[in-house]
Structures are given as structure tokens and as C-alpha cells.
């Protein structure tokens, strides 16, 4: 079946840190890849994305690799902010005609002063 | 213009008792998704409407739950006689293309 796991929170940094969030995947096909962000508070917003392999999503310094080779979609910034702290999912869709998404755990990021 | 809207925002409800959610889309979205988020948990797909009907209900964890669309736009999604493993955030997207869903603030569903 389609699947998705990333690592496991809360992932506690100080501002300025390097930041990896690492999520594999196991699909049937050829997925689209996602990642969700929940900032305290607000709803799930996207990330940034990548719909075939070798792409790379970025967004506010946020950056993933779709890496077909060890199915992952890795979510890495340079340097964080306090801001950054959130929930983050990592998700995919099979192609197909609609886009279910099938979502990650989350992962928490706290990011300290 | 206006994002994904859902009503109430908090629904705290006794066991046993039923609960309708509601979802407005973004207007002109054909595509709208439910969704629910268990505490710790990542979402969990729920059902699927493109237009006014739903090709995919895969999702619906039992036949307590059900959910329509009308008119191309608001979607209720209904629980009846709920369990205390109902108490979740529906969450409900809308999307006008195949990559990108927009999601409303959730439903903070608790029964008691």
C-alpha cells in the first residue's frame, strides 16, 4: 500500500540551526510530493512540493529533493527561525485524476531563541 | 478572496448523540476532500467529492458517518450515534487542480 513515515518530534533547535526533517515513502506508481505546515493556531497550509523525481520544492528557505533512489522527500532549511516553529507533514498523491493525500505523523519543530 | 470556511469550529457533544460539520470550499473548487486528525496523529483520508458526487468514500472508518455536497459547493459531513474515537479535527480542502489543496481550520470534534 501507499505509505508515509517521518521522523518522530518533537525536534527541539536554537535559531539559526540547520534543520532536516527526514520522510520515506512507499507508493504504487508515481507519486506527487508534499509538504504541510501547521503553525500554531491556523490551518494546514502547503509547503512547498514536487511532482516527479530529481525535482526540488522550496519555499520560504524551506528546500526537498524527490529522490526516487531511496524514496524520500527530506525537508531541510539553513538556517531556522523561531518563526519556523510548527508542525510539519510530509504527504503524497498517486497520480490518477484526484489527489487523496496521504499524510506523515508530523513532526514538531520548536525553535528557541 | 475568502479561504476554505468550516462550521462550528468546536462541537463538544455526549456520546451516542449525532453531529453534522460543515465545509464551505473556496468558491468555483470542484474538488473537496475530508479529512480527520486524531490527536499526535497524522490526517486521515475520509472522503472525496468531485462536484456533487463522491467516487471515493474509502475512507469513512464506519457507517455512522456519511457526508453529501449540493449545489457544486457546501459539503456536510455527519456522525451519528458518536463514540468518544470520533473525537478528532475534521478538517476539509478544496482544490481547483490535481496538486494543491487548500484547507479550511478544522472542526475540533469531542465526545464525551
Known amino acids: 500500500g501507499n505509505s508515509v513515515t517521518q521522523m518522530e518530534g518533537p525536534v527541539t533547535l536554537s535559531e539559526e540551526a540547520f534543520l532536516t526533517i527526514n520522510c520515506t515513502y512507499t507508493?504504487?506508481?508515481?507519486?506527487?510530493l508534499f509538504w504541510y505546515v501547521q503553525y500554531p493556531g491556523e490551518g494546514l497550509q502547503l509547503l512547498l512540493k514536487a511532482t516527479k523525481a530529481d525535482d526540488k520544492g522550496s519555499n520560504k528557505g524551506f528546500e526537498a529533493t524527490y529522490r526516487k533512489e531511496t524514496t524520500s522527500f527530506h525537508l531541510e532549511k539553513g538556517s531556522v527561525q523561531v518563526s519556523d516553529s510548527a508542525v510539519y507533514f510530509c504527504?503524497?498523491?498517486?497520480?490518477?485524476?484526484?489527489?487523496?493525500?496521504?499524510f506523515g505523523a508530523g513532526t514538531r519543530l520548536a525553535v528557541h531563541p | 478572496g475568502a479561504g476554505v470556511s468550516q462550521s462550528p469550529s468546536n462541537k463538544v457533544t455526549e456520546k451516542g448523540k449525532d453531529v453534522e460539520l460543515r465545509c464551505d470550499p473556496i468558491s468555483g473548487h470542484t474538488a473537496l476532500y475530508w479529512y480527520r486528525q486524531r490527536l499526535g496523529q497524522g490526517l486521515e483520508f475520509l472522503i472525496y467529492?468531485?462536484?456533487?458526487?463522491?467516487?471515493?468514500k474509502s475512507g469513512l472508518p464506519s457507517d455512522r458517518f456519511s457526508a453529501e455536497r449540493t449545489g457544486e459547493s457546501v459539503s456536510t459531513l455527519t456522525i451519528q450515534r458518536t463514540q468518544q474515537e470520533d473525537s478528532a479535527v475534521y478538517l476539509c480542502?478544496?482544490?481547483?487542480?490535481?496538486?494543491?489543496?487548500?484547507f479550511g481550520p478544522g472542526t475540533r470534534l469531542t465526545v464525551l
Open positions: 480542502a478544496s482544490s481547483s487542480n490535481i496538486d494543491t489543496q487548500y
Open positions: 504527504a503524497l498523491s498517486i497520480s490518477g485524476g484526484y489527489n487523496k493525500l496521504i
Open positions: 467529492f468531485q462536484g456533487n458526487s463522491a467516487p471515493d
Open positions: 507508493a504504487t506508481g508515481y507519486p506527487s
